[in-house]
């Protein structure tokens, strides 16, 4: 018996780096999956057909994660055409770098709306379903930077701390309805969104980390697989980092 089999799993932003590799480990493990995607239309569409592969059901969507009203009908969507919703992941997310004192007010806006926002518009349509359903997990991706900041990250930062916050919330709200939410801290793991950083930087960042190497995705995605099996049952409300060891 695999340990997802016969759920029904939401991943925002699954059509590259952390959220692909999330998507493929749910679908491996027996979950249909439906995951989004904003611009990546031909990647996202070869990763269906691959999920598909394990004999799941899986589908793309097209859908701007930070956008309220398209949350609402990707949700609805996903009822319509998978029956149900037991896993939600708020994976999506950018960075838009910039030193405080140089950092616009678009800059900042972006990656609240697409870091934070999308969070509180999933879980918001997301739990409905879920307690229909008498129970349901939701698991959101910050970083470690969400904890210890980082120069040059204020807005990133304040997005990821917030997703903290937010999912501890949910987790004390929702108990009581057996809807457990718990947060994934990674740290620096191989995907695009790390591969814009130029070498000296990830020197400098493979000094400090004590395991000496990048994370895999693969990596972040096995703990998914935890939070959103009956295997984790009684965890909600923890922030679990992902990190070799660099937040300790
Ligand atoms: P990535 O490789 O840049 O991929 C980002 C994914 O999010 C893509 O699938 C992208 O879709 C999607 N996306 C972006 N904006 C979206 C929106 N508004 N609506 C829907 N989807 C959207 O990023 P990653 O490295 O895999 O990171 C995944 C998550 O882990 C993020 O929340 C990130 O902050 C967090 N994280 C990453 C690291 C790391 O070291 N990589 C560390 C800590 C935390 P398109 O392909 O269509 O653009």
Known sequence: MKLLQDKVALVTGGSRGIGAAIAQRLAEQGASVAFTYLSSEEKAKKIEAGLAANGVKAKAYKSDAGNYAEAEALVGAVLADFGGLDILINNAGITRDNLMLRMSEEQWDEVIQTNLKSVFNLTKHALRPMMKNRGGSIINLSSIVGVTGNAGQANYAAS????????????????????????IAPGFIETDMTGELDEKTKEAYLTNIPMKRLGKAGEVADVCVFLGSDMSGYISGQVISVCGALNC
């Open 160 to 183: 990821k701390a917030g997703i903290i916050g937010f999912s501890k919330s949910i987790a004390k709200e929702m108990g009581s309805r057996n809807i457990r939410c718990n947060v």
